[in-house]
T-cell receptor
Framework: KAGVTQTPRYLIKTRGQQVTLSCSPI?????VSWYQQTPGQGLQFLFE???????NKGNFPGRFSGRQFSNSRSEMNVSTLELGDSALYLC????????????????FGNGTRLTVT | DAKTTQPPSMDCAEGRAANLPCNHS???????VYWYRQIHSQGPQYIIH???NNETNEMASLIITEDRKSSTLILPHATLRDTAVYYC??????????????FGSGTQLTVLP
């Protein structure tokens, strides 16, 4: 079974630009979560989607947005990029959403390394 | 989510068992223990999880103490490819709120040839 696929693998953008990152979950997984990982802050939750609906959102500004399509693929968008947005952006999929008593683990992709100059 | 404490680094000889400890003394009754690892430049990889019974899968074994205040991840025959940062997380599945999976500093396991 193919794992979580994230594209592109690397991206270089300049301040003020916007960027769209893509995530294809494991087949059958309907929940997709996005995380930002930096050396200083570690792993931080961005948002989670299940059945095309945003279920949860972390503490990031409105410049960070996402969506999920009917085939469970997800995209996240960052507008008006800032230098501090340079990070590894990780997507994770799971069978079940975060709410409820499910204990299905998260399966991560290898991330998109975004560098903002 | 309960806080976890892990040693910052460990070494293990190739072919030997790697035993990675995790303290979670404030764990509550409905919190699971999850283990992930992250190899440099890759995304975190799920390893195993459990509630109170010992668990084993093709990758590792998880031993949880009877009082659930600590656990040990065991890689039975470590290989060079097991060199990674290992994260122990305790949390309520779902928890009814944001899936704010938080990784601490983890343990850097280095498998030596």
């Amino acid at each position: 079974k193919a794992g979580v696929t994230q594209t592109p693998r690397y991206l270089i953008k300049t301040r003020g630009q916007q960027v769209t990152l893509s995530c294809s979950p494991i087949s059958g997984h309907r929940s997709v979560s996005w995380y930002q990982q930096t050396p200083g802050q570690g792993l931080q939750f961005l948002f989670e989607y299940f059945s095309e609906t945003q279920r949860n959102k972390g503490n990031f500004p409105g410049r960070f947005s996402g969506r999920q399509f009917s085939n469970s693929r997800s995209e996240m968008n960052v507008s008006t990029l800032e230098l501090g947005d340079s990070a590894l952006y990780l997507c994770a999929s799971s069978l079940r959403p975060s709410t409820g008593s499910y204990n299905s683990p998260l399966h991560f992709g290898n991330g998109t390394r975004l560098t903002v100059t | 989510d309960a806080k976890t404490t892990q040693p910052p680094s460990m070494d293990c000889a190739e072919g030997r068992a790697a035993n990675l400890p995790c303290n979670h003394s404030t764990i509550s009754g409905n919190e699971y223990v999850y283990w992930y690892r992250q190899i440099h430049s890759q995304g975190p990889q799920y390893i195993i999880h459990g509630l109170k019974n010992n668990e084993t899968n093709e990758m590792a074994s998880l031993i949880i103490t009877e009082d659930r205040k600590s656990s040990t991840l065991i890689l039975p025959h470590a290989t060079l490819r097991d060199t990674a940062v290992y994260y122990c997380i305790v949390r309520v599945p779902g928890g009814g709120s944001a899936r704010q999976l938080t990784f601490g500093s983890g343990t850097q396991l280095t498998v030596l040839p």
